[in-house]
T-cell receptor, first 113, second 111 residues
């Protein structure tokens, strides 16, 4: 089973709202990732967690706050977002942070009004 | 730095036509190479991969061969179907580095 699940599938939020995206995998992977994908563009890496610790932050604005409560779960907390943050947010996992193959979830499509 | 260049799309083909999507890469070492596919409204799915020179990755009728001498990893399929319509991303990974994607190629297959 190579499944990564993400909830919600769609999210609409105002600029003053606080919301969270959730990602889950049960493959025993110890590395998890958040990507942002704008329309007609490739995914852009935001964060990498390795063994539940943040190992890479690609200079992402603080209005995005990741959290890894355990090895199977990854959250992305959103606060005071801007309309330009509207995008597809993809979660991925790999066996280890140094492992080559990443498995992606279906994504959460976010619209910020 | 590492980079991936894909042929620009969209690529429009009739059903049962032969598909080639070109991908070339620049890397400092010996990367692993991937093709990911993204169907409309969905996330990325790993289509195939190759980890060393002359390896051939294959899945669902798609194939790609890791060519170190031409730094290429072209995607091919002998007979496309309407259901293959999607965006195809070529990507490379080197140990200790990020997964680097190409810009993506839109494939449209007409019945």
């Amino acid at each position: 089973d190579t499944e990564v699940t993400q909830t919600p599938k769609h999210l609409v939020m105002g600029m003053t709202n606080k919301k969270s995206l959730k990602c889950e995998q049960h493959m025993g992977h110890r590395a998890m990732y958040w990507y942002k994908q704008k329309a007609k563009k490739p995914p852009e890496l935001m964060f990498v967690y390795s063994y539940e610790k943040l190992s890479i932050n690609e200079s992402v604005p603080s209005r995005f706050s990741p959290e890894c409560p355990n090895s199977s779960l990854l959250n992305l907390h959103l606060h005071a977002l801007q309309p330009e943050d509207s995008a597809l947010y993809l979660c991925a996992s790999s066996r280890l942070a140094g492992s080559e193959t990443q498995y992606f979830g279906p994504g959460t499509r976010l619209l910020v009004l | 730095g590492n980079s991936v260049t894909q042929m620009e799309g969209p690529v429009t083909l009739s059903e049962e036509a032969f598909l080639t999507i070109n991908c070339t890469y620049t890397a400092t070492g010996y990367p692993s190479l991937f093709w990911y596919v993204q169907y409309p409204g969905e996330g990325l799915q790993l289509l195939l991969k190759a980890t060393k020179a002359d390896d051939k990755g294959s899945n669902k009728g798609f194939e790609a061969t890791y060519r170190k001498e031409t730094t290429s990893f072209h995607l091919e399929k002998g007979s496309v179907q309407v259901s293959d319509s999607a965006v195809y991303f070529c990507a490379l990974w080197e140990y200790g580095n990020k997964l680097v994607f190409g810009a993506g190629t839109i494939l449209r297959v007409k019945s």
